[in-house]
């Protein structure tokens, strides 16, 4: 008989021993979510700061006479943005679930692990510490640092001060790690295009380890609103928040209490939902027995009478600036088609959302993506490049949207980019590449796309329309005079004059028409 | 025929000269105006007119392909020529805004030309390239330029003789026969001239080369009408065999607009269903397609009569077919010494 | 005929007696052991001999077809009767363990007994359906039962003639024609009788309903060595239309058993590629099909002539093809007025 | 200008914010997950007890009054294993990353997350406690708790002691979650069906909640060998794992280091491996510098020397027993085709792992799966059900074996079942549904399906070949006669014996062989 033996690990233990589950599943791979992990966080830091982003990532090979496609790179990244106190630099950096994500607004990372998991990573293939410097304004602060992953803490080899004589402001990082770049490269260079698409006020430098230089410009200075916090919005919450806002709360009635916590709840909304919860009006907050709070919880979901939730924590792009963006990056000309739809703020288990979707077809669309469609997905600002069809805007583009109904075959080009922002993003792995989907958000996905679609059929009749008149005024020049030679030859005449009725429709279309309804209704020949 | 042409010029250079879009009015030829007509025992266009409107653009190419093709056959009404369908296709190449995309839009618009004219295109001197033929006592005379007068009996070639443009405008001088028995196709026919049916059964033979010409269909109305004899079709016994026997019968839709080619009272011999059981003929299974065509066969009205019925309902019971050359399996006479006999004698 | 049938059914039967499973000898059709002989200018057989065993578990029953199609074709001799070659197919319905699955199967074992004793199948009374026919200045008598002696002018109905069992047994009597004339469509082999080609340029008309019935390959071959006529093939201008000349002039491989069915010196004179461009034929596009048809001609052996080669460049070059309707484009009478004169003369 | 708050979260608080990167995205899918998490630690905690597992698992809805697909339901599940030690039930339960099943030895759950997942998610959509009941054989502990989630902690309501007069030794658990049976339904009977076919020795009851009971009974008594724990093998360790050995070991230099830290490492193999690592086989490992200690790591994957890894700590059904399961759930008869392979013990990125392979075809697998391929996936003797085509054995199958050479085609009835084992199962997710694409598994699993596969064409061959011979002795038998017939008909004579040709091929198929060589050989006519 064998002894079992128990035993706790840290956080960083639990992702070393896990890494996969974060994106850092093979070498190729993890050089993919590193950079993507720094570069979000650089965003997020800048928009913070209200400064339109730059930033600057670097990667190049360390000296490595191993002839194989893993090597070592060193990775460095700087940003524009608000800089972290140096107080917070060694657990933001250093230790699994540390970071400034953990409240109710939007950010693109939301896990707050990823600049800490390309730490760890980092630090397992290559034993090297990482090196932080940043200044929010004041003194730099220059760290090195290693993660002590047992104890899930940075242990700091080294802290230097320096004067900042040029106020500089922000965040430079740079570490070693094990790589593959060429099986990443296309990957990689597609994902900072994408990110320059739904970020045209950003700057982004990049010089990849062959020494080539990508740069992706800002288009305006033009900031989206910046995200707040807010109370949660009732509709959803679960228990445990609900447990947790009576714990810390100071009202005396659950009145009160729901009108003080949560969003859009007034004194008619609290009195009608607490009525349908079957809770009193008046109880203690406090003296709630386990089954009122699961009672109200529950009624959370059946009362349809809450406002939509807060957008203010959300930031969208703004049918705008996506729009200028797609055109931009798609070089779209006025011939073509494109609809960009911002949707109203939803919600699902209780977290806010927005969708916004664009659509896009057209010649210069079948020029550069061919026959079919194809889709473009972001979450929070983010690029998503893999596991496409496993995600809910595949199944909303191609399960739940009858393109028929839109003049659109299946050799029809068309390009469709959805993006969602939430203060949480339903991500189906830590590796953030898809999302799940959540019945809310399949539906407003649907909707966005189908509305962002609604002008395509439209669009399709009046480039056919356009071309049909040109045809027909000319047909008839092309006919009438066939007529008259035939019809002359078997009367055994001179050839009639035609030219007062080519007169007739030679004028311009809307008179065409009007003339048209001159003659009388010709009845159908439905033979033909 | 040459008036009736010119007639259609005069109309439409007088709208020309008028300063109207011209246009014509027909029989409408779409299907909720093609009526069976039980009294005529065929197939009829009824009362509703349509316009064929150059002010229209979707009528215009066909409005001028119809102007067209009406030169086209008075020029050989004039020239006592003869033409296919195929070379009245060929004949519009070259005329850019007039060609046709394929040969069954040029057939479409001779349709058109024959609903418009009231004629057939027959009397335009048009012709489709099916071959049949004819064999069996029956003096003609012939009104082909370089022929006329001459006469022949249409036993004097064995292999029989081909049904073209000279044996349909033919004059029939005389015949001793005392029915026509026709069959739809060539080898059967050749079987049936090499069996001597036509001295066994005192018959005129007409194969009509699968679904009959119209031409041929003349002619059997013809034999029928002045000779007063009986029609017997024998075909294979499948839908398409049987729908061959019918147009003989009662007509085509797409000939509803014309007279003088259905024989009401020519008779449906064979290849029955029941001819399937009772002389246990090799079968093929009938195809999906087949089935489909047998339950339209049910619901059209020309299909009322109680044979046909009864026939119909054996082959979907059976879910099988048979070919004419099915009765081989009891050796090659034994079509004309058992089956014919037992046929043409009940 | 009856003799080599006998002759056959004594081999299998002896070997039965001995007690060996019985097997015949035949020459090899695989398609390496037939070659084009520039002497005979056609395809012959080549040496080598294979054996149809009925020991072979895969030979057993394509032997028993053809010991079976062996009887019935002697059947047919003996009692002076055709029968076509869905006649045979079907006449083995019902013979459970004979049986073929398709018509396809039953031409070839059809082609087998032909090797196997060195006979056409016309020489054991069986024909195929394809109806071509003929018209012009020769005069035939005929040798079918019921006909023996009695004679007919070819000019004697003008719709023409069909070749059927009693042209082709027929015996040529006379003719004043000094040229045949052969085209592949009855359109045009109408047109030709209609606009009296066959006094214009002396000639006996054929028409060979697409790719020639050997009976008509037959006729042809007589005509040119019994008379001494020389023949002119004029098809569409397309791979299919030069295939049709050139296995009139030097047969198929097909065939490369039977002799007496070429023409070696018959010329094709049309519709040539050259032709397109001189005339400004309508024409259509190629198609891939058609591109890699006229790439297999080109490797030919029966293609080395200059014509030949020429031609098909030209074809592949233009990337057009054209039907012999396409001088209708000029009106009916062009291709007699200007075109064959001009072919003719050359 | 925003201010940046910091803070730092609980593992606890991470999964219940995170809940749907562990399988709890939505009631039916929790529903699932917790039934699965409870039950593989129930069959975990038998065979460390080995004893043959009786696992009753029973969900029963509570009076809900509301009438919608989501319900209350009380999941229990009783097993007779090692039972937990009463001091250890507290965390185990309502702990994040505490757990038995951190070191190194095949284990169904590896995350350690699974049964507290259950808990947390049933109390925070119930807010109602856990109860725990078990014992070790001595007394019997019952445990009332709830989740502490902000701090990561149980926090125990209640705990009585019993005496245990009849030395029960198990675990019993009870909890409640609102789910959503209804919807999840086929699966859940599904996942214990396949259950029990690669746990033959394993008794499951369950009784759902509209009251049937389903039973899967053992078919032997006899339990696979428990996997032992080991010393990882060197093959592809990390820096981090060997800095951690570094820093624990006694000996004085890496030589012995070697030998002692690692699997299947002589003297001669830790010579020759340091040799190519460039370092010295008599430094002190503690001494060794960080990129020592990085050249020798790396050194690891390219040192091709080493033993394969040990297989004890695995524990493989076996091809027997495999066999025996598969048979039984397929109803698979004499007729039919199955082969099953187990490999030889592989290792990637350091953790060993088996593969093991049954393919089965034939009348019986048409009749039951139809035409084409059904796959069945397991790993650590747990079936996955979902999200199928993701995972590694689905693109082994689909993509890297060339079926047409088995002379298998696309409409042949094909089961392919697959089981992997290791002590590290490379998800994908926390959710456990699909395996990663790490090459050594890909290469593993490729060659297990084709080894089982290999006698597919044999087999088709064979059955082929069986129904010639019998057409063969038919044929002779069917044309002989009409030969004589009409050949007899031909030549005018009368019809011939052919009773010596039939005595030829009517003997048996030997001798028909050898008869046959007598007779002159044949050309083969190729124009047929």
Chains 1, 4 share one sequence.
Not at chain 2, 70 to 94: C, D, I, N, P, Q
């Amino acid at each position: 008989m064998s002894q079992t033996e128990y035993q706790s690990i840290s956080p960083a233990d639990f992702f070393y021993r896990n890494r996969e589950i974060a994106g850092f599943s093979n070498p190729s791979r993890a050089t993919y979510t590193a950079v993507r992990e720094l570069v979000e966080n650089s965003m997020d830091a800048c928009e913070a700061q209200r400064v339109p982003p730059e930033v600057y990532l670097r990667i190049t090979e360390v000296d490595d006479h191993r002839d194989t496609e893993t090597k070592i790179y060193k990775l460095r990244i700087e940003d524009n943005g608000t800089g972290v106190p140096s107080e917070h630099i060694p657990q933001t950096f250093c230790q699994v679930f540390y970071g400034s994500k953990y409240i109710l607004k939007q950010a693109r990372g939301t896990f707050g692990l990823g600049g800490t998991m390309a730490v760890l990573y980092g630090q397992i293939t290559t034993h090297k510490p990482v090196q932080v410097i940043s200044s929010t304004g004041g003194e730099i602060h220059e760290f090195t640092m290693m993660i002590d992953i047992q104890n899930n803490r940075a242990s700091i080899l080294k802290h230097i001060i320096r004067q900042n004589p040029s106020g500089w402001r922000g965040t430079a990082l740079e570490l070693q790690m094990e790589g593959d770049y060429s099986r990443i490269m296309y990957r990689l260079i597609e994902y900072l295009k994408q990110t320059a698409m739904v970020n045209p006020y950003a700057d982004l430098t990049y010089v990849d380890p062959r020494g080539r230089l990508y740069k992706f410009e800002r288009g305006t200075e033009k900031l989206p609103p910046l995200p707040q916090s807010v109370k949660p919005h009732p509709h959803g919450v679960d228990v445990e928040t609900f447990r947790r806002l009576i714990a810390a709360t100071k009202t005396r009635n659950m009145k009160g209490f729901m009108m003080e916590h949560f969003q859009g709840v007034g004194p008619t909304t609290a009195e009608k939902f607490l009525d349908l919860a079957d809770v009193s009006t008046k109880a203690n907050p406090k003296t709630l027995s386990p089954e009122d709070i699961v009672k109200a919880v529950r009624a959370t979901r059946e009362y349809t009478g809450f406002k939509r939730p807060d957008a203010s924590c959300l930031s969208p792009i703004g049918e705008e600036l996506l729009e200028t963006g797609i055109k931009k990056e798609l070089n779209l000309t006025e011939e073509d088609y494109i609809k960009v739809v911002t949707r109203k703020p939803s919600t699902y288990l209780g977290f806010p959302f927005v969708v916004e979707a664009a659509v896009a077809t057209g010649r210069t669309v079948r020029k550069t993506h061919g026959a079919g469609m194809t889709i473009y997905r972001f979450a929070n600002r983010i690029p998503l490049l893999f596991d496409e069809s496993s995600g809910v805007v595949w199944k909303a583009a191609n399960k739940n949207i009858n393109w028929k109904t839109y003049n659109v075959e299946s050799d029809t080009s068309l390009v469709i980019a959805v993006h969602i922002c939430s203060t949480k993003i339903p991500y189906k792995s830590v590796g953030k590449e898809y999302m799940a989907d959540q019945p809310e958000v399949e539906k407003e996905v649907t909707n966005a796309i189908r509305e962002a679609a609604r002008g395509v059929r439209r669009y399709f009749n009046r480039r056919f329309r356009i071309a049909r008149e040109h045809r027909r005024l000319n047909i008839f020049g092309k006919f009438l005079p066939v007529i008259a030679e035939f019809s002359s030859k078997l009367a055994e005449q001179e050839i009639p004059d035609i030219e007062p009725l080519l007169a007739v429709v030679s004028t311009d279309i809307p008179e065409v028409e009007k003339k048209l309804k001159e003659v009388p209704e010709i009845v159908e020949d439905t033979s033909k | 025929m040459e008036q009736s042409l010119t007639g259609l010029g005069n109309l439409i250079y007088e709208q020309i000269t008028n300063h109207e879009f011209p246009w014509i009015h027909m029989q409408s030829r779409s299907t909720d105006n093609i009526m069976y007509d039980p009294e005529e025992r065929q197939y009829v266009l009824g009362p509703r007119m349509i316009r064929r409107h150059s002010r229209n653009i979707r009528h215009i190419r066909p409005f001028t392909q119809l102007v067209w093709t009406a030169w086209f056959a008075k020029e050989l009404v004039m020239h006592r020529k003869t033409s296919t369908l195929r070379e009245v296709y060929y004949s519009a190449r070259g005329h850019r805004d007039i060609e046709y995309n394929n040969q069954q839009e040029s057939d479409n618009i001779i349709t058109d030309m024959e609903v418009a004219l009231n004629r057939a295109r027959e009397d335009f001197h048009i012709f489709p390239e099916e071959r049949s033929a004819i064999f069996g006592d029956l003096t003609i005379e012939y009104t082909v330029p370089g022929y006329e007068g001459r006469r022949t009996n249409l036993t004097d070639h064995p292999d029989g003789v081909m049904i073209g443009p000279a044996v349909t405008s033919s004059e029939f001088v005389e015949t001793s026969a005392d029915k026509v028995l026709v069959v739809e196709k060539g080898a059967m026919f050749t079987r049936l001239v090499e069996e001597r049916a036509h001295d066994k059964f005192n018959a005129i033979l007409i194969h009509t080369a699968g679904q009959s010409p119209r031409a041929t269909r003349g002619i059997i109305n013809r034999l029928n009408q002045d000779y007063d004899l009986p029609v017997y079709i024998f075909t294979d016994g499948d839908p398409w065999g049987i729908h061959i026997a019918m147009v003989i019968i009662s007509g085509s839709a797409n000939a509803a607009h014309l007279r003088g080619l259905t024989t009401p009272d020519a008779e449906w011999i064979g290849v029955w269903g029941t001819d399937i059981i009772d002389y246990k003929l090799p079968t093929e299974p009938l195809t999906e397609f087949d089935h489909k065509r047998l339950r339209e066969l049910k619901n059209d009205p020309r299909y009322t009569g109680d044979i046909w019925q009864r026939e119909l309902d054996v082959f979907l019971k059976l879910e099988q077919k048979a070919e004419l050359e099915a009765f081989s399996r009891y050796g090659l006479t034994y079509i004309v010494d058992e089956y014919l006999p037992a046929k043409l004698g009940s």
